[in-house]
Nanobody, 124 residues
Framework: QLRLVESGGGLVQPGGSLRLSCAASLYILDYYAVGWFRQAPGKEREGVSCISSSDGRTYYADSVKGRFTISRDSANYTVYLQMNSLKPEDTAVYYC?????????????????WGQGTQVTVSS
C-alpha cells in the first residue's frame, strides 16, 4: 500500500472555498490513479472526483461538476481537490485513495491505498 496523507479540510461558510491535498512521500504517486471520496454520517461513501495517472482523464460526480476541480502536481507527488462554491451538503469526511491500475471508473472498491481523511464542514 502507498501511504497517503490528506490535508486542507476545515470549517467554511457556504459559498466559500477549500483546497484539499493528497500527498505521498514517494514519486510513485504520479503513476497511480487517484480518487477523492467523501462520506457523511448516515450516508454511503461516494466518489467525488478521480484522475488518471496516464492521460489526465478526470471524473466528477454530478453534484460537484462546475464547482470542484481535481489536479495533479507531479513535482510534489500531490493531488489536489479545489472546492469552490461550497454547500452545506458538501459536509463530509473526505478521503483520497490511490490505485496503480489504469483508471476505470471512480468507485471506491478499486482503490487499495487510503488516507486517514480530512473533515470538511460547510456551515454558517
Amino acid at each position: 500500500q502507498l501511504r497517503l496523507v490528506e490535508s486542507g479540510g476545515g470549517l467554511v461558510q457556504p459559498g466559500g472555498s477549500l483546497r484539499l491535498s493528497c500527498a505521498a512521500s514517494l514519486y510513485i504517486l504520479d503513476y497511480y490513479a487517484v480518487g477523492w471520496f467523501r462520506q457523511a454520517p448516515g450516508k454511503e461513501r461516494e466518489g467525488v472526483s478521480c484522475i488518471s495517472s496516464s492521460d489526465g482523464r478526470t471524473y466528477y460526480a454530478d453534484s460537484v461538476k462546475g464547482r470542484f476541480t481535481i489536479s495533479r502536481d507531479s513535482a510534489n507527488y500531490t493531488v489536489y481537490l479545489q472546492m469552490n462554491s461550497l454547500k452545506p451538503e458538501d459536509t463530509a469526511v473526505y478521503y483520497c485513495a490511490a490505485d496503480p491500475r489504469e483508471l476505470r471508473g471512480c468507485v471506491s472498491s478499486r482503490f487499495g491505498s487510503w488516507g486517514q481523511g480530512t473533515q470538511v464542514t460547510v456551515s454558517s
